[in-house]
């Protein structure tokens, strides 16, 4: 089985600073990563993702994730954030084998960007 | 590019009624999982189904039941609604598990 940790529940920070989202991982089997991002009243929109290959990962809306295999974290990072980020962040995992797999969520990290 | 359609988006329903949410994946996924998120929650798996047959089980009330169609898109029955069942119900739609997809939801509320 998996599980997600995501170590902030709630992280504050100025506009135009940089922000680390941190989440850890546990799992017997190789594993698939995730970010996912939802605003308030919205669905779940995918940030970015960790299949296999290079370790540092590019996303949208200037968001990047580095998989850490040895530390089994996924920590999600923005050099420069705006208001507009204002959002919950959810880290995720599925297990590689096996097929058709779930996703399994951490417990989220609001950020809350303050001008 | 077509995206996962979910319906109603909002459902008002009493305690003990009855509710059905559809959802309806991308063309060509063949798997469809079912998530709850209560307020203030992280999204909750409570089933999937890969090619109409289900392929998982989560923490699911005996009171809901799910099925997939041979259209591929499926519906969520709640029976004998509680006050706790108020919730954003997710479906998404993958092609393998790495390719997931979720809907805007259907927000539930149970007065």
């Known amino acids: 089985a998996q599980s997600v940790t995501q170590l902030d529940s709630q992280v504050p920070v100025f506009e135009e600073a940089p922000v680390e989202l941190r989440c850890n991982y546990s799992s017997s089997v190789s594993v698939y990563l995730f970010w996912y991002v939802q605003y308030p009243n919205q669905g779940l929109q995918l940030l970015l993702k960790?299949?296999?290959?290079?370790?540092l990962v590019k996303g949208i809306n200037g968001f990047e994730a580095e998989f850490n295999k040895s530390q089994t974290s996924f920590h999600l990072r923005k050099p420069s954030v705006h208001i507009s980020d204002t959002a919950e962040y959810f880290c995720?995992?599925?297990?590689?084998?096996?097929?058709?797999?779930?996703?399994?969520f951490g417990a989220g990290t609001r950020l809350a960007v303050h001008p | 590019a077509a995206g996962v359609i979910q319906s109603p988006r909002h459902l008002i329903k009493e305690k003990r009624e009855t509710a059905t949410l559809k959802c309806y994946p991308i063309p060509r996924h063949d798997t469809v999982y079912w998530y709850q998120q209560g307020p203030g929650q992280d999204p909750q798996f409570l089933i999937s189904f890969y090619e109409k047959m289900q392929s998982d089980k989560g923490s699911i009330p005996d009171r809901f039941s799910a099925q997939q169609f041979s259209d591929y898109h499926s519906e969520l029955n709640m029976s004998s609604l509680e006050l706790g069942d108020s919730a954003l119900y997710f479906c998404?739609?993958?092609?393998?598990?790495?390719?997931?997809?979720f809907g805007s939801g259907t927000r539930l509320t149970v007065v």
């Open positions: 995720a995992v599925s297990a590689v084998s096996g097929g058709y797999n779930k996703l399994i």
């Open positions: 960790y299949l296999s290959g290079s370790t």
């Open positions: 998404a739609s993958s092609e393998k598990n790495y390719g997931y997809t």
